[in-house]
C-alpha cells in the first residue's frame, strides 16, 4: 500500500496567492482528516471528512480555508487568500472509521511557507 | 485550560532507563486514547492506543490509563536513541466527536 499521498511536499508563495494542497487516502479508509501543525499551536483538525461528506469543519480558521471531497480517492484544501500566519505543516490522514476508533493514517504533510 | 496538556520538554532519560510521559485532558466523557510518534520533519505514527482503565503492554511500551484522574501515561523501557522524538498525546471522545492532540513531549534518550 502506498499510504496517503500529498502534493506539493513543499511550497513557498507569497501573500495574497491561491494554494491549494492535495490528498489521496489510502484505499478503503472512509475518513480523511486535514490538520496543521505549529510550534505554536501543535497539530489542530482543521476538517474531517466520512464518505466524502465533510463532517465538522469548527477548526477552519477562517472563509479562506476550503476543502472538497469530491470522490473517495481525492481532496484538496485551498486557501485563498494567503496570509504570511499560514506558513505552517499541513497533514492530511486517512481511517477506515470515525476518528475515535481506528487509526489514523497520516501522509508526509505539505510545508507551506507564505511569505 | 487546554483540553488535552503534556509537559513539552524535553524530557532527557539515559539508554536503557525507563521515559515516563504523561498527558491529561479535560473532558470526562473521553473514550478513546492515543500515543503518536513524530520524529523531526516527519509525520506523526501511532505507537499505542487505550479504553479502558489501567495498563496495556506492546513490547517495550506501557500505556496507563486513570479516567477518575483524566490521566494517561505512556512509558518506555530500556529507552534506546531510536525512541528520541516527540511523543503526542490524543483524545477522542466526550463534547467532541474529534481527535484532539496535546502540543507533545519531547524526548531526548542520551548514550
Known amino acids: 500500500d502506498a499510504g496517503v499521498i500529498q502534493s506539493p511536499r513543499h511550497e513557498v508563495t507569497e501573500m495574497g496567492q491561491e494554494v491549494t494542497l492535495r490528498c489521496k487516502p489510502i484505499?478503503?479508509?472512509?475518513?480523511l482528516f486535514w490538520y496543521r501543525q505549529t510550534m505554536m499551536r501543535g497539530l489542530e483538525l482543521l476538517i474531517y471528512f466520512n464518505n466524502n461528506v465533510p463532517i465538522d469543519d469548527s477548526g477552519m480558521p477562517e472563509d479562506r480555508f476550503s476543502a472538497k471531497m469530491p470522490n473517495a480517492s481525492f481532496s484538496t484544501l485551498k486557501i485563498q487568500p494567503s496570509e504570511p500566519r499560514d506558513s505552517a505543516v499541513y497533514f492530511c490522514?486517512?481511517?477506515?472509521?470515525?476518528?475515535?476508533?481506528?487509526?489514523?493514517?497520516f501522509g508526509p504533510g505539505t510545508r507551506l511557507t507564505v511569505t | 485550560q487546554k483540553e488535552v496538556e503534556q509537559n513539552s520538554g524535553p524530557l532527557s532519560v539515559p539508554e536503557g532507563a525507563i521515559a515516563s510521559l504523561n498527558c491529561t485532558y479535560s473532558d470526562r466523557g473521553s473514550q478513546s486514547f492515543f500515543w503518536y510518534r513524530q520524529y523531526s520533519g516527519k509525520s506523526p505514527e501511532l505507537i499505542m492506543f487505550i479504553y479502558s482503565n489501567g495498563d496495556k503492554e506492546d513490547g517495550r511500551f506501557t500505556a496507563q490509563l486513570n479516567k477518575a484522574s483524566q490521566y494517561v501515561s505512556l512509558l518506555i523501557r530500556d529507552s534506546q536513541p531510536s525512541d528520541s522524538a516527540t511523543y503526542l498525546c490524543a483524545v477522542w471522545g466526550g463534547t467532541a466527536s474529534k481527535l484532539t492532540f496535546g502540543t507533545g513531549t519531547r524526548l531526548q534518550v542520551t548514550l
Open positions: 484505499s478503503g479508509h472512509n475518513s
Open positions: 490522514a486517512s481511517s477506515s472509521g470515525l476518528a475515535g476508533i481506528y487509526e489514523q493514517y
